[in-house]
Nanobody, 118 residues
């Protein structure tokens, strides 16, 4: 079982920046497709950004041009750089991994709270 540990959340003013990190256990991180999702109170969980094992990127429409996802396979870590934050970015951010190439299904972190004040 793969364990994901997120860090970097917190309180920031609108227009500010935060960087989230997600560290994965194990030795097959390079094979995983990784992503960030978020869930605001009363709303469904939504895609923020994904990065495949080959480096292909995808972003949710609401964060394009402001957020950047990246990964460091040597550190078993995926990052989410968030710039120009808005109050509507307030949510719990979850790290997700898919290990189909390694014979493992989906796995999730516990989430980290991001709050953007106006």
């Amino acid at each position: 079982q793969v364990h994901l540990v997120e860090s970097g959340g917190g309180l920031v003013q609108a227009g500010g920046s935060l960087t989230l990190s997600c560290a994965a256990s194990g030795t097959m991180f390079r094979l995983y497709d990784m992503g960030w999702y978020r869930q605001a109170p009363g709303k469904q969980r939504e895609l923020v950004a994904t990065i495949t094992s080959t480096g292909r990127l995808d972003y949710g429409d609401s964060v394009k041009g402001r957020f950047t996802i990246s990964r460091d396979n040597a550190k078993n870590t995926v990052y989410l750089q968030m710039n120009s934050l808005k109050p509507e970015d307030t949510a719990v951010y979850y790290c997700n991994g898919n290990g189909d190439l390694a014979g493992i299904g989906d796995f999730w972190g516990q989430g980290t709270q991001v709050t953007v004040s106006s």
